[in-house]
Structures are given as structure tokens and as C-alpha cells.
């Protein structure tokens, strides 16, 4: 599709119409709701993050742009491959809480990615490479996790265990797994 936003419009180009149009208000209205959630958990201290890829515009739209300003927010922008990922997908976290900068990661070109574009999944059928990047790589939900609780430690909030693999023995764990 043709861009519908750019870094001098993020809120959306002035020339759409029509469906252009409407897909961009409900966007914006889905950003502004976003950050009506980050900053009603950040005002209560409740740990949060919000992901999206690192040169999105989103970054740049009239809401988030509003709450960098009225919070001091933490980033990191890791390189997925470098996180279990298969592709070169640059993302950004931005965190209420300092230790999401360990998440901080570049690609270090020691390897090669799968290509983007169109690819064709094991029945055949095409499909775009995003669409395989769109879900989380286990290992890096386990590095946003121990973020997040390296950060629950520094605050001395102990209800956590000191490892993931602890957990394998909580209670909670098997009730959540069920």
C-alpha cells in the first residue's frame, strides 16, 4: 500500500481520503488509548513496555511524542536476530523502568538472515517474511523477563524467584501453564 504517514505528517498525510483516512484515525485513536494505558500504569508505578519496530513513525506521532515528554522513559532497540529471531528486525522497547536498556543489542554480522520479502510456508502457499517475525522469539521474552524482574529486585520487590527456571516450582506456574 502507499504510505499513509510520514516523518513530517505521523499523525497522517494530509491528502487522504476515504479509507486512507479511516485507517489512519483508528490508529491514531488505538495510539492515543495506548498511551492513555502506559501513562495510567505509569502514574501507579506498575512495570510496562511498549514495542514497535525501531524507525516506525509511531514513535513519532503527537501521543508518544507527549509521553516521552511527560515521563522519563527508558529505551532499548535490539537487533530480534541477535534474540532468536531469523531476520534482521530492528525493535524498540520502551520501558517505565531503567532496566530495559539490557535488552540494548545490535546485530554482530557474524551470521546470515533469512531474507525478507515473500517467502512460501511448508504447505506452499506465499506469505510475507513479516508475517513470520510477527510473533516474539523465546529468548527474548526470556530477556524481557529478566529485565523485568532484575528491575521487581532493584525496587526490593521480592515476590518473584531468582530465576526463571525457580518457577518450574511454584504453584502459580502450573495453574498459569494449565
Known sequence: PPPLRSDDFPMGLPHLKGSERSRVEEANRLYVE????????ALRGILLTMENPTNSIFWLTDPVVQLFKQFDISVADCQLFMLGGERPKLSRFAAKFSAIVEMTISCD???????????????????FATAEEAQY??????????????QLQRQNIGTLPDTLADMRNLEEFHTQSA
Not at 34 to 41: E, I
Open 34 to 41: 495506548t498511551c492513555k494505558l502506559f501513562k495510567h500504569c
Open 137 to 150: 522469539p523465546r529468548k527474548m521474552c526470556v530477556a524481557l523477563v529478566t529485565c523485568v524482574v532484575r
Open 109 to 127: 554480522g557474524s551470521h546470515t538472515h533469512k531474507p525478507w520479502g515473500k517467502t512460501r510456508d511448508p504447505q506452499g502457499t506465499w506469505i
